[in-house]
């Protein structure tokens, strides 16, 4: 058998090339770092879910509707024709708004640059829902109501090309259920969600050494582990009597080889996004920034504030070093205002609230508003993503983004109905929606489905042929499989539809 | 647990003495007793005692300030800012994270480890800054004149001892003793054997070890 | 936890083919589910071959038996469905599963679907779970050699161990192992009694830490589920940018409730709140309504005394839940998931109400997928609807769903104030919340989450007894009489506690 350091090298050396990107063998992957799994491993798709809290609404967006299309448009969500742009298949509907709902703050929201910019690769999908409980919602969204075996997306992605990555599957944003583990536990423990919750500080806990300024020798304290790993633990009266205990097993199977490789890819230097200064004093205490932090900065100039730039700049170095196969991103109940706004001190100005609180939950308050706003902040988010993504070469020439998709997942839409011509109204939860994928792996360049113009809620599609079907009603499994077979999952025995109009190459 | 069920009235009496005080002392008796071998639980219920439990416990058996004890870029509570969900802590109105984690993250061990590697470190650095109120990394390595050429076998026991004591909260075996006092020879690499760094180095690592070991993590 | 779900026959209806049904909160336009999917009698025809499993005692399994997250089917349910009537075309009528299914499962006895070295049978048998290797039946009693052996060991593994249980009373109570001297004057103690008693004894101190008590403490933490506080939309001290509710009054009638002598019922009952007047030593007070009515408007409790339902009806819990809906679901899923344990979108705790769901708000809840949870959902969110959320600024209002007729249609204001909750019908939310409070499912909800915190997992087949002996003693008027700390005395002197 190819020993561990051996497959690791060979991996880091022969797969992913001059990317850099670094991939450590993890000792607890054996049994599945088979041949097939480093072929695969060579070459990942990667998955990123940026999550969309609340109700991420495709007829607010991409799927919008003029009122002169729509017959009862004064009382259904029907844009004024003015505001509903065409760019290919898809809508995009740009909003200046001095309010949002009662708030007095101004935004400016754009949708259109990103359609321009990205149609290529964009892809919406309709579909319909089975539960408009957030939570509940939010874990069909990656877990397609456990159309298979109840693994989330992530979960899949990371079994499939995980194995030999430090950390596959990191969970930037947490409590919702976007990152709630499935419910199939029989997969290897690198497989499930690692949570990231503090970009700036978590990198240190990617080695155990680094940074302690007085501590004896790398040498020495490596040589302490090993004692305590091969003699003093083995031989303790506490390890003899408790270690059928599946907390001690999982804790020393995975304190062995696998932390070995996290910390062998000095993933503590190359995922410090915070730059020296007074409140990272990193050089101080021998540590320092990212090569490539200056690139992500500029990419994310609000990092420091802004949780969500925070995570999208440490999702980026996640794939771009070769740590993760997939990462899920997105803002949370937060609200998130523009750095160095104080409330009560003269109202809020232009773009003050960069995020409401709850996210495009806030359209109970004003649907319009708010849905433009966070489209708007997820748009940007993802732009810069994929132009970081696009900057960086993976191997032969391709670039990361060449290998990359970005799902966005969102819990349910939102109602229809508006009061008389109203333009700021709430809206409540809503099963019928779609979803938004953009990736060289996607159908891109298209709408599946339709909007029927009587109620403004979406139809479905020809699985084979994308071909719009009024009166269908694409499900969770369809979703979550046509996702899956993008990212060239193999579903093998899951019975899941093939879902090829989802796919730009059969 | 049993603690010192075995030891003899004598060394009950002299570690009753000691440790009149809450703050832990070294058994002074060096000969610890072996308990007899252990039979393994048929049905295991340990826990993960937490980054905040480990801390206050090793806070007041080291005698350093809990908050002072671990501090990440001389500035981050180590626990409560920087590794407080992957040592299994919860952090409800911000980061909505109502409940701990079930299993330990990868990070997890990694982030132990450098908590414990904090901690050991800290406390051997204020022995020898102020070795009267030392804890640790007693004066007398090397004998009263500190000129012997290896370190004094008694010292090593009673540190291996206090260690023990002070990190587990319990008498040593006497194979743990010679374990730590083995460990000696690794830590020297090459240096000289009465070096008062190697043997700063092997307090720290020693602490180190046990305090990372699975009884100082588990319970 | 593992433990009995009381239900009527509706739970049969669900698990063999809640496939495609919407789980709950449906809204409109949902899709239909074929029904043909449902398999409605497997729980019950479970039992039907194995009556005497120990997870048939109530008559039917829970869908776990089968599946992970239903449809999806763990490793024994794949092996049954293998063997189901293999041949005939999917889905199967029901006549058809009923037919095949003992065969099936006959078939798979002797299989080992979780591979943990116990044929299926072994383990239906044992009342342990066929599809998970960490659930085996255990073999508790030791062999008399390892008696003797043990005993003197750092872990008596045989039988309690006083010292090791009183270590983990100082680290679960106290947040901190005893110190070396305590630790060996305990372990000085000869007397079994006497060291009982120390261990009562640390535990009374601990109670009243505010490692336990306080302010982010344990039981504190062990409110955040049910909570779910949000800074952003806090109000009161250290607001959120949206003040919307202070959430810190339901942690502190949390905290009153569930210490002291005090009525743990008072979580659904209580029609008082509570302010922390000290921090360290922790100490909590009833605030007089005078106080409660001169509250600044973003910390008011606008429900009035007598239509309070302790952790229900606070500011809270309808700022988050409620928010803005005529029929609040949400509100009533998240008070039976926290304080009766039984989360409806698991289909838990289902007890179908004939004629249910009505859908008074127009939402397509009676579509037959949807039924299947809203038949009891609804039932159980009628009481909340006179409480107002965001709209209506939390207040009581007996005439509240005249404001959603405009958005929900004219028949949402027919949607009566009373309501059923567990099989039983009451009038209003007060019934509802005493209904709650005294039964089984609550004390076993209180007991069981500090087993899960105390113990580390939820009881297994073998911990039943002392489980039970626990939550019924929490009920009983002369044991615990709902007295949390008197339970958590005889909790932490359970082999399940002290048993290493």
């Known amino acids: 058998m190819t020993s561990l350091w051996s497959r690791r090298s060979f991996l880091r050396n022969a797969s992913l090339g001059a990317a850099g990107a670094a991939v450590a063998a993890q000792a607890s992957q054996g049994a599945y770092a088979d041949e097939a799994a480093i072929e695969r491993a060579r070459n990942p798709r990667f998955l990123i879910v940026l999550s969309s809290f609340g109700g991420a609404n495709q007829v607010d967006a991409f799927l919008s509707r003029r009122e002169s299309e729509i017959p009862n ?226 990419a994310f100039p609000n990092y420091e504030f802004d949780p969500l730039e925070a995570q999208a700049a440490l999702a980026f170095m996640l794939l771009r070093y070769g740590v993760s196969v997939t990462v899920t991103l997105g803002p949370d109940g937060s609200a998130v205002f523009k750095k160095g706004v104080k409330l009560g001190e003269g109202g809020l100005g232009e773009g003050d609230i960069v995020n409401p609180p709850i996210s ?29 993504l696009k900057s960086e070469e993976f191997r032969d020439g391709q670039s990361f983004w060449d290998r990359s998709m970005i799902y966005f997942a969102t819990e349910f839409g939102r109602t229809r109905r508006r009061p008389n011509n109203a333009m700021t109204f709430g809206s409540g939860h809503e099963l019928n929606n779609g979803s938004l994928i953009v990736s060289p792996f996607a159908n891109g360049g298209h709408v599946l489905g339709g909007v029927d113009p009587d109620t403004m809620l979406t139809y479905g599609f020809d699985p084979e042929t994308g071909r719009p079907e009024p009166g269908r009603h694409m499900t969770e499994p369809e979703v979550y499989s046509g996702i899956a077979h993008a990212l060239n999952i193999d579903t093998s025995g899951s019975a899941l539809p093939d879902m090829r109009a989802m796919r730009r190459s059969a | 647990m049993k603690i010192s069920y075995h030891l003899g009235l004598l060394s009950v009496s002299v570690l009753v003495a000691a440790c009149a005080s809450s703050a832990p002392s070294p058994q002074t008796d060096l000969a610890a007793v072996e308990s007899p071998a252990p039979v393994a639980s048929s049905d295991p219920r340990v826990k993960f005692k937490d980054g905040e439990r480990y801390l206050r416990d090793l806070s007041a058996n080291l005698q350093i300030p809990r908050d002072e004890i671990c501090k990440e870029l001389s500035q981050y509570d180590c626990m409560t800012d920087a590794f407080r969900i992957v040592l299994g802590g919860v952090e409800a109105p911000n980061l909505l994270v109502n409940d701990p984690i079930e299993s330990a993250a990868l990070t997890s061990p990694i982030a132990l480890d450098r908590v414990a590697l904090h901690v050991c470190t800290n406390r051997v650095k204020l022995d020898q800054e102020k070795p009267e109120q030392a804890v640790l990394f007693q004066a007398g390595a090397f004998g009263k004149k500190d000129k012997a050429k290896k370190p004094d076998p008694a010292w090593m026991h009673q540190t291996a001892d206090t260690i023990y004591g002070s990190v587990l909260m319990r008498t040593p075996s006497e194979q743990e003793v010679q374990n730590l006092v083995s460990f000696y020879d690794q830590v020297r690499d090459g240096r000289a054997a009465n070096s008062k760094e190697v043997a700063a180095d092997w307090v720290t690592l020693s602490c180190f070890a046990v305090a990372s070991s699975l009884e100082a993590v588990f319970y | 936890m593992k433990r009995n779900k009381t239900n009527t026959g509706m739970l049969a209806a669900l698990c063999g083919g809640v496939a495609a049904l919407g789980i709950a909160l449906l809204a409109p336009n949902a899709p239909l589910a074929p029904p043909a999917n449902a398999k409605p009698p497997a729980p019950m025809a479970f039992c039907h071959a194995y009556p005497d499993a120990k997870a048939c005692s109530s008559g039917f399994t829970d869908c776990a038996t089968c599946h992970t997250t239903p449809p999806a089917r763990n490793a024994f349910g794949l092996q049954v469905e293998a063997n189901l009537a293999p041949g005939l075309p999917r889905p199967l009528s029901d006549e058809a599963f009923l037919k095949y299914l003992p065969e099936a499962l006959k078939a798979v006895e002797d299989l080992d679907a979780d591979t943990d070295g116990f044929s299926n049978i072994v383990e239906i048998m044992a009342g342990t779970q066929t599809a998970d290797a960490t659930s085996v039946p255990r073999m508790l009693a030791c062999a008399p050699e390892d008696k003797a052996r043990a005993a003197g060991a750092l872990w008596n593994v045989c039988e309690y161990d006083p010292a090791y249980a009183y270590r983990k009373v100082h680290l679960d109570f106290c947040g901190q192992s005893p110190s070396r001297s305590n630790m060996d004057a305990f372990l000085k103690v000869e007397d079994q009694n006497e060291k009982l008693n120390r261990i009562g004894q640390a535990l009374d101190q601990c109670l009243n830490s505010t490692y336990w008590l306080g302010k982010d403490g344990v039981v504190w933490n062990m409110a955040n589920a049910k909570i779910r506080p949000a800074h952003a939309v806090k109000s009161g001290d250290n607001p959120g940018p949206v003040p919307l509710g202070d959430y810190d009054d339901d942690y502190n009638l949390f905290t009153w409730a569930n210490s002291d002598d005090n009525d743990v019922r008072d979580l659904l009952l209580a029609q008082y709140f509570v302010k922390r007047t000290s921090s360290d030593p922790v100490r909590l007070e009833q605030v007089s309504e005078t106080e409660l009515a001169a509250r600044p408007r973003g910390t008011k409790q606008p429900v009035p005394e007598e239509k309070r339902a302790g952790m229900i009806t606070t500011r809270w819990f309808a700022a988050v839940h409620t928010m803005f809906t005529a029929i609040p679901r949400t509100t009533a899923a998240q008070a039976y998931r926290s304080y009766l344990g039984y989360d409806i979108a698991k289909m838990e705790g289902l007890h179908s109400v004939s004629n249910e769901p009505v859908d008074y708000d127009a939402k397509g809840v009676n579509a037959p997928a949807c039924a299947v949870c809203h038949a009891t959902l609804d039932p159980l969110s009628y009481p909340f609807t006179r409480y107002n959320g965001i709209s209506g600024n939390y207040t009581y209002n007996d005439k509240r769903l005249l404001d959603y ?96």
């Open chain 1, 73 to 298: 448009a004064a009382t259904l969500n029907a844009y004024p024709d003015s505001l509903v742009q065409n760019i290919g298949e898809f809508r995009a509907i740009d909003l200046k708004s001095p309010t949002i709902g009662a708030i007095p703050a101004s935004f400016t929201a754009n949708q259109s640059n990103f359609v321009r910019k990205h149609s290529n690769d964009m892809m919406v999908i309709t579909h319909t829902g089975t539960s408009v409980n957030h939570f509940v919602a939010q874990q069909r969204s990656i877990n397609g109501n456990a159309a298979w075996l109840g693994r989330t997306l992530q979960e899949a992605t990371a079994l499939t090309y995980g194995a030999g990555y430090p950390i596959p599957n990191v969970h930037l944003v947490n409590g919702t259920g976007f990152t709630e583990r499935g419910t199939d536990e029989t997969m290897p423990a690198y497989v499930y969600g690692e949570r990231a919750p503090t970009p700036n500080l978590w990198p240190l806990s990617l080695d155990g050494y680094k940074g302690v300024v007085g501590a004896p020798s790398r040498g020495l304290f490596e040589k302490a582990r090993a004692f305590r790993n091969e003699q003093l633990d083995p031989s303790s009266a506490f390890y003899r009597t408790f270690s059928g205990s599946q907390r001690v097993k999982h804790w020393t199977s995975i304190r062995g080889d696998a932390l070995r490789g996290v910390e062998a890819e000095d993933l503590i230097t190359k995922l410090m996004l915070f730059p020296d200064s007074e409140a990272m004093p990193l050089t101080a205490h021998g540590l320092k920034g990212s090569e490539i932090g200056q690139k992500v900065r500029e």
């Open chain 3, 405 to 500: 007729v405009r958005v929900d249609g004219a028949h949402v204001a027919d949607a009566p104030a009373s309501g059923m909750i567990l099989g039983q019908p009451v009038s209003d939310l007060r019934e509802w919340a005493e209904v709650a409070a005294n039964s089984d499912a609550f004390a076993m909800k209180v007991t069981g989450d500090y087993w899960k915190l105390l113990i580390g997992r939820d009881p297994d087949v073998n911990d039943q007894p002392e489980f039970n002996r626990l939550w019924r003693g929490l009920k009983s008027e002369t044991t615990y009489n709902y007295r949390v700390e008197r339970m958590l005395h005889d909790l932490v002197l359970t082999n399940a506690y002290g048993r290493p």
């Open chain 1, 360 to 388: 495009f939950d806030f359209s109970h308050q004003a649907n319009r508003e708010v849905q433009a706003l966070m489209w708007n902040r997820q748009l940007m988010i993802a732009d810069r993503l994929i132009t970081l």
